[in-house]
């Protein structure tokens, strides 16, 4: 399982707090600990607290990567922040640009500029795309998996590996009038994206929003994940450090024999899964 | 209809693995044996992919072996008394990558021989061959717990591969070879869980997992060869997945497996061919099946089926 810590964010307060402050110790504590807690990439999302986006992504990059070598996930809406990351990340560690619809009222070529962007920064970098169009967010499994098959054919026109390509069908929050047919939904939609190509596409989430607004909300991100797990989820942007969460990785891979058993299951994920 | 190419990748590699140490390296191998670093499975991918060649280990026991039938002892008639001449005959007469010095002798229930008796027959084959060894308790855990450790000593430095430790008795054989700088064989009874876990325990102790060599236990044809074939297999696919506890090169032993088999060494079976040829070729079929589920290291006896054996892995891993 391939999960994406998403604790540098600059929407959580003290990681707003030490942008503000350029307080880097904050930051390399993260990294450091969410790479121990099993994460393969860490996500790098410069939030809405600074005016100098592409300035803060820069600053974000170069001072997780005076701490650690876990790749990098370079979470931004806008192409010029990502670029501006790309430019001083060290893209042999492996990069995820997260992430872009298929296209925009606003810009109808997003895709390509970031599939453009992703092999720019070479062999190593993925990209994570959003079953999402210039119509938004689709609420059926049927729209998600057409848009998934656009992305996906896309990518293979410009040369991109799908195995390269993270779909993300979104997940969308439960606790929202109607919206509780969506986790069913988008599960649907996993089975069906799964199928569009042969090796396929990894499929990631990400995971905390479902619970958004929800009392228990750890509980509903836990068992969301276990069930997604079951329907072949590979990836998501998640709280490493519940560590029951990530035991619930393990064992979910455990069960749908992705590691084989062995008693220190538990205790050995994280190096396994690390591998 | 053409045979189609397999070109499937996988993101794991198996461990490479240079047994021996030279003089440079401290110790007083001539030659050292790499094995391992398949990044596919045995027929697939690319040429690049291929693992290291696989190695025979020719068995050499502690002690003149009793119930050997006479086609087989027949090889070694002048040597199974002298250990290292048998070495030597391994290595000179018959090719062995390796030497597997098997101390049966020290089995409570054989002839029960103690410490310093082992650790003669090691420094007498250590000078007599100048190959890589392998060094194999009796599997009784008490007895090799106490002598094991004595071998490993005596070799100190040397690089050589040694066990087996299993789940329920490793803590004294993992310890001394982590001094002595030996690389260690994890056993387990056909069983991909507790192969797993031996693997993890070891590591907990402080011992290098690209140190490990996997013994899963073997089943000779006709005897079980499904069940080893299969957990090879599993094995190697889950090394070439990327798990890391099962990345190690494996290692199997062939040679007492198949001359434990009626169909080898019955002398009196018309209708079965001769029993001159049978034992070998049972032996032979053992090794190649193995080899093609991965297998890295084979343990074998008879002279006929090595030079078949050889001839097959320079054919397939040219």
Known sequence: MILIGERINGMFTDVKKAIADKNKQVIQELAKKQTEAGASYLDVNVGTAAADQEGTMQWLVETIQEACTTALCLDSQKPNVIEAGLKVINADNGVLLNSTPLNKKSDEQVLDKYIEMANQAGPKSSLIALTMDKNGVPQDVDTRVAIAAEIVSKAMDLGFDAQRLFIDPIVLPVKVPNAQVQPANVLTAIDQIRMLCDPAPHMTVGLSNISQGATERSLINRVFLAIAISHGLDSAIVDVFDKELVNIVATSEMLMNKQIYSDSFLKVYTAVNKA | ?318
């Not at chain 2, 009874?189 to 690209?210: C, T, W």
């Not at chain 2, 079965?272 to 297998?295: F, K, N, Y």
Request: a negative charge.
């Open chain 2, 1 to 318: 209809m053409a045979v189609p190419e397999i070109s499937d990748g996988f993101t794991g590699t198996v461990n490479r693995i240079t047994l021996g140490a030279t003089k440079e390296e401290g110790g007083t191998r001539t030659s050292t044996v790499t094995i391992g670093g398949a990044r596919n499975v045995v027929y697939g991918g690319s040429i690049e992919e291929k693992s290291e060649k696989p190695v025979i280990a020719i068995d050499v026991l502690d002690s003149k072996p009793e119930d050997w039938p006479d086609v087989l002892a027949e090889s070694y008639k002048d040597v199974l008394d002298s250990p290292g001449d048998w070495a030597k005959k391994c290595v000179e007469e018959f090719g062995a990558d390796l030497v597997c010095i098997k101390f049966d002798g020290i089995h409570p229930d054989k002839a029960d021989y103690d410490a310093d008796h082992a650790v003669k027959v090691t420094q007498e084959v250590l000078k007599a061959v100048g190959v890589p060894l392998v060094l194999w308790g009796c599997g009784n855990d008490e007895k090799d717990n106490q002598v094991m450790p004595k071998v490993s000593e005596a070799a100190k430095g040397e690089k050589c591969l040694i066990g087996t430790v299993t789940e329920d008795n490793y803590k004294a054989l993992t310890a001394i070879a982590l001094a002595d700088g030996h690389y260690l064989i994890t056993e387990a009874p056909l069983d991909i869980n507790i192969a797993k876990q031996v693997n993890i325990l070891a590591s907990d102790m402080g011992f290098p997992l690209e140190r490990i060599i996997t013994f899963q236990s073997t089943g000779a044809l006709g005897y079980g060869i499904e069940y080893a074939y299969s957990i090879q297999e599993r094995q190697r696919l889950a090394a070439l997945g990327g798990d890391k506890m099962m990345a190690m090169p494996a290692i199997c032993d062939v040679g007492y497996e198949s001359w434990r088999a009626k169909e080898a060494k019955l002398v009196d079976a018309p209708g079965w061919g001769s029993h001159v040829d049978r034992g070998p070729m049972w032996e032979a079929a053992t090794a190649i099946c193995l080899l093609q589920a991965g297998v890295d290291i084979i343990r074998m006896r008879h002279p006929k089926a090595i030079a078949t054996v050889q001839n097959f892995i320079n054919q397939i891993w040219r």
